[in-house]
Nanobody, 130 residues
Framework: DVPLVESGGGSVQTGGSLRLSCVAAERAASSICMAWFRQSPGKDREGVAAIDSDGDTSYSNSVKGRFTISQDNNKNTLYLQMNNLKPEDTAMYYC????????????????????????WGAGTLVTVSS
């Protein structure tokens, strides 16, 4: 089975909102960390936001205050609420999960290298037009 399946991407104008969802199969749902990454053409993949099993969160500076990561453990679903979208948010967004802590002091390794992320989804495309 596919461990992580994203949905919710689409095309919006600057200032618009989208909510991404990621449904986790059982083997991925028990992960300590779940996170969102994104990659634009010609750019390296970057971590956007992460949440630990105890509910702590971390965000990249570029999305802090605009994006909110959350999870519904009963539905094995991870969310990313994206508000005030900008053209530079255009990217393929990926859900990831791993058995590592990933917020606070651990965030930099996750954000920059995807360290410890064992499961990955296929991605959902977000396009923001000016």
């Amino acid at each position: 089975d596919v461990p992580l399946v994203e949905s919710g991407g689409g095309s919006v104008q600057t200032g618009g909102s989208l909510r991404l969802s990621c449904v986790a199969a059982e083997r991925a749902a028990s992960s300590i960390c779940m996170a969102w990454f994104r990659q634009s053409p010609g750019k390296d993949r970057e971590g956007v936001a992460a949440i630990d099993s105890d509910g702590d969160t971390s965000y990249s500076n570029s999305v802090k205050g605009r994006f909110t990561i959350s999870q519904d453990n009963n539905k094995n679903t991870l969310y990313l609420q994206m508000n005030n979208l900008k053209p530079e948010d255009t990217a393929m967004y990926y859900c990831a999960a791993g058995m590592v802590y990933c917020t606070g002091g651990y965030w930099a390794d996750i954000r920059d290298d995807g360290y410890g992320m064992r499961y990955w989804g296929a991605g959902t495309l977000v396009t923001v037009s000016s």
